[in-house]
């Protein structure tokens, strides 16, 4: 996620930015800038990269002025460069944004047509010519600035300020972040708390649909449609580091909390309700190359591959085209059966794992269709695919992933769509119904996270086992294995994933009362099966933790330990399964005292072979 800062007051604006800049780095980014007014005239630096080099910059071609905005970008449209680095001009507006605009491109077409240029490739230049538009016929800047508001769709976080206004600094947001910190005739405006909390510990947490206007040392807060708010302010004791991990004792939790605004921001401005249909804007193919595919097959590592078995689930029960799933580390070193109408989609979150970047080259030099889904614009894997879904996660600092496992799930089924309505197997009516259904995700997430109290009751109760077992059957086989990847990577404890049917097969012989086994039991069409899985189970001693829907009572009467979800559906279901077990794996690890954040011999992105 972008991170923003913005001053006006009586010091120098550009070393609070810049400082404020630095303690959002941990959010990850690929080029920053700062904007400042001073007699009227503005002056901005950017710069491609790190920190290091804007600071460069800044001594050489330094920034003065009392009032100003700064920006680190984490690209989601267009590529990571300076001319797409934030602040944005327009006439004499400057802008930074963080967010997604969904219905930028009919604006800039819009704007095109009444004569303004546009330099960048971003959503984001967009908002600067939108108020210098309505600054023309409205020259009142506040005004001008709710009248452009008002005309966006999707999610913003936004820092204005108007080389022809120079004492005004307006911010608002919509789905995204904003905090304003208050000092003495001076105020602080960022994304999150760390940037400015080295100036004051004195909040005002903006909510959605507000918006806040400092001018001659005075705030004035409202609703972006113009009614008054009187906002109350909270005092801050949270330590610097506390302060990073937005009040959360760890990065990983932090990033399961944020996995229903991952969602939201992964399907924003794709889903095309009325026709049934996605819109995937870096897709690159047409129906009939879409159509023309006989074969899928998906490649990733670690948990990117276990998505990629759900996608399978996915593809072949909606498109009908076969699919298979393979270990990137595996896949060029066995000759693999790939022609031109076999479609290679390689998932990664980093877009620079070694060896899925090895199987997309190789699939490429045997005439593979080819597309990827990852999490970081024109990383390596995004730049040499022939096509482009990206998730919207934010950087993940937590080497286990979760909201890029989530998202990417996400991205198999937005694309599942497409290609069903590509090939004409899905019908606009059963779009539907899937948008529907992915519409309330995030919300039913949510209600999952609720949960977090009651699964580290469980967690307390098993961190000493030395083994765990996570089965689940169908579209939850994925997910059990993504579970025990969890649990094995941040607490050291041994676990395993299987098929559920696969445990007469060999792994009931490991069942007694010291192992937990941890059953995914929805209520779908394999519960009954699963459900005698369960009793098996039961039947040797074991000690059951279920995971089941809402309300489901046989569950509750076959074993003390029952987590339950909200019912969506088969498809979807595996979704949410997988945040109790997220935390489940956080809880024990924090219990037992392992590093959370950086578990002991692995890397977050692992770029050689």
Request: aromatic share 6%.
């Amino acid at each position: 996620m972008c991170g923003i800062v913005g001053y006006i007051g009586g010091q120098e604006a550009t070393p609070i930015i810049l400082e404020g800049l630095k303690k959002l780095e941990y959010r990850g980014y690929d080029s920053a800038g700062i904007a400042t007014l001073t007699t009227g005239e503005a002056g901005i630096r950017r710069s491609e990269g790190k920190l290091i080099n804007l600071e460069g910059l800044l001594r050489d071609q330094p920034l003065r002025g009392s009032i100003g905005i700064g920006h680190t970008r984490w690209a989601t449209h267009g590529r990571p460069s300076e001319i797409n680095a934030h602040p944005h001009k327009a006439g004499p507006i400057i802008v930074v944004h963080n967010g997604i605009i969904e219905n930028y491109l009919q604006l800039r077409e819009q704007l095109r047509q009444n004569g303004h240029t546009f330099k960048s490739e971003t959503d984001t230049e967009v908002i600067a010519h939108l108020v210098e538009e309505k600054l023309a016929s409205e020259p009142d800047f506040e005004k001008a600035v709710r009248q452009a508001l008002l005309a966006l769709q999707g999610a913003y976080a936004v820092c204005v300020v108007n080389e022809r206004d120079p004492d005004t600094l307006i911010a608002a947001k919509l789905g995204s972040p904003m905090v304003v910190g208050l000092g003495a005739a001076e105020f602080f405006v960022a994304s999150d708390i760390p940037a400015i909390l080295a100036y004051t510990r004195e909040m005002v947490f903006m909510e959605d649909g507000e918006m806040a206007v400092f001018h001659n040392g005075v705030a004035r807060f409202s609703t972006i449609t113009g009614s008054p708010l009187d906002k109350k302010s909270r005092h801050i004791d949270w330590s610097p580091l506390m302060a990073e991990k937005g009040g959360y004792k760890h990065f990983m939790l932090k990033e399961i909390h944020e996995q229903p605004r991952a969602v939201r921001d992964t399907i924003a401005g794709r889903l095309l309700e009325s026709e049934g249909d996605v819109y995937l804007e870096d897709l690159s193919f047409s129906d009939r190359q879409l159509a023309a595919i006989k074969r899928i097959t998906i490649v990733a590592c670690g948990t990117s591959w276990h998505s990629a078995l759900l996608g399978k689930f996915y593809i072949e029960g909606h498109c009908r085209i076969p699919v298979e799933v393979d270990i990137a580390s595996e896949f060029r070193y066995r000759n693999p059966v790939v022609d031109e109408h076999t479609l290679v989609i390689v998932i990664s979150q980093s877009g620079e794992t070694a060896d899925t970047l090895a199987a997309l080259r190789e699939a490429k030099s045997r005439g593979a269709m080819n597309i990827a889904i990852c999490n970081v614009v024109d990383s390596s894997i995004a730049r040499e695919s022939s096509g482009v879904i990206y998730t919207h996660a934010g950087p993940e600092i937590g080497v286990a992933s979760t909201k890029a496992f989530v998202t990417q799930l996400i991205a198999l089924y937005l694309f599942t769509i497409r290609l069903g309505r590509a090939t004409c197997v899905i019908d606009s009516a059963t779009g539907q119904r899937m948008i529907a259904a992915l519409k309330r995700v995030p919300a039913l997430l949510e209600e999952v996270l609720t949960l977090d109290t009651q699964t580290e009751r469980i967690a307390r109760k098993y961190m000493n086992a030395r083994d765990f077992l996570y089965l689940g059957r169908g579209k939850n086989f994925p997910i059990a294995l993504e579970g025990a990847l969890k649990l094995k990577e941040i607490s050291y404890i041994h676990a395993e994933g299987y098929p559920a049917g696969e445990m007469k097969h060999g792994p009931i012989a490991l069942i007694d009362e010291e192992v937990p086994v941890v059953m995914l039991v929805p209520s779908n069409s394999s519960f009954e099966k699963t459900l005698s899985n369960m009793e098996e189970v039961n039947a040797r001693g074991g000690r059951v933790i279920a995971l089941c829907s809402t309300g489901c009572e046989i569950i509750a009467e076959r074993t003390e330990d029952v987590i339950e979800i909200p019912l969506l559906d088969e498809d979807l279901d595996p979704l949410l399964l997988s945040v109790p077990l997220q935390l489940l794996a956080y809880h024990v690890a924090v219990l037992k005292g392992t590093d959370v954040d950086q578990p002991r011999n692995l890397a977050k992105s692992v770029t050689v072979e």
